[in-house]
């Protein structure tokens, strides 16, 4: 009988060295009535380079997604990005933590999903109970305060301080960009404010909290919970999961919501100006999409072409920052580029 030599063998089925299974498996339900949800169709975003990416949730809400980890597939982040869609309600984009260069098996918490609802009208006690917040440039985010769980945890977030956090980090990002372009080159985009709601609109809709939004003029509304765990000795943590409604820029068009996830938040850094370098780089992203693409629609508007050049090198210094894997955030930012450049070229 022929025999072969052991590497002979390994060059002719390389895939079994290298290759190997990961499986991603959660639950969704609707935020409405807490019930699960079937056919939300589920999307692994990123990283990029994985077949069979795509699955649906079965008639108990469960959903899996079986992935084969490619060989030449270079990882540099330890989350991934899902993607959530079902008619009737919000498209929802979320972050997860998942180590796919290290993992085998990721468990995500249960996901609620939101019901698609048009804007409402507010009422004029609604109306008078925003007047203090109308007369902004359009270049605020506004946040609603999150609830705690539990509600006796023995560190509640202090919210001047967590709006503070937000602020520093935002705009610490921007400004990371502006030294990257050079300041003498172009203006800088405006900061970008937070501003703090009351809680009465935590208890608002969905559909509501978007007429607040249009309302004021916001550049997106963010709203979330916050989870205390302690565990034994001093290893005491906190997770903050955040909204972050991106209001439309264009007539008929949704929101966009994303979803940042704070996980593993040190007790010593949540009511502390520590907090800002903590949080995601997720919220500079997503601030930047939202204010550039209201700069793009005032320019547009305008016709405002050094305005438009001034965000397209926001934009391609943002990508600047991203790993090719990174298909999403790359996605986004390609989309809002090729109406800028539609602009230009007028």
Not at 112 to 123: C, D, G, I, N, V
Not at 154 to 171: R, T
Request: with cysteine; hydrophobic share 40%; glycine share 6%.
């Amino acid at each position: 009988m022929m025999k072969y030599p052991l590497f002979f063998i390994a060059l002719l089925f390389p895939v079994l060295s290298f290759a190997s299974n990961i499986n991603i498996h959660g639950s969704i339900v609707s935020s409405a009535a807490n019930k699960a949800l079937s056919g939300v169709k589920v999307s692994l975003m990123e990283p990029s380079g994985f077949s069979s990416s795509i699955t649906s949730t079965d008639h108990q809400g469960r959903f899996k997604l079986d992935l084969v980890r490619p060989q030449t597939l270079n990882l540099h982040s330890r989350f991934i990005t899902l993607r959530f869609e079902k008619n009737g309600y919000q498209k929802s984009d979320q972050l997860h933590s998942c180590d796919l260069k290290t993992q085998n098996q990721c468990d995500i918490e249960t996901i609620e999903l939101y019901q698609l609802k048009q804007p409402t009208t507010l009422s004029q006690n609604e109306q008078e109970m925003l007047t203090n917040y109308t007369g902004n440039q359009g270049n605020s985010l506004f946040l609603i305060p999150y609830r705690m769980l539990p509600d006796d945890a023995p560190v509640q977030i202090d919210v001047e301080l967590f709006v503070f956090a937000l602020q520093s980090a935002i705009n610490t990002r921007m400004q990371n960009l502006e030294e990257f372009l050079g300041v003498q080159a172009f203006e800088p985009l405006p900061p970008i404010e937070l501003q703090t709601l009351t809680e009465t609109i935590s208890r608002m809709s969905l559909g509501k909290r978007r007429s607040i939004g249009e309302y004021v003029n916001a550049l997106a509304m963010i709203s979330g919970m916050s989870q205390w765990k302690s565990n034994q000795g001093d290893n005491q943590q906190m997770s903050i999961y955040s909204n972050f409604l991106v209001m439309p820029t264009e007539t008929g068009k949704n929101p966009r919501l994303l979803q940042v996830r704070d996980k593993g938040l040190s007790s010593e850094a949540v009511n502390s100006i520590e907090l800002a370098d903590q949080l995601s780089p997720l919220w500079g992203h997503f601030a930047l999409l939202a204010i550039a693409g209201k700069e793009y629609a005032r320019a547009a508007e305008n016709g405002d072409k050094a305005v438009l050049e001034r965000i397209r090198a926001y934009l391609i210094a943002e990508k600047a920052t991203l790993q090719k894997e990174e298909t999403f955030k790359l996605n986004d930012l390609n989309r809002l580029l090729a109406k800028i450049e539609g602009g230009l070229n007028q």
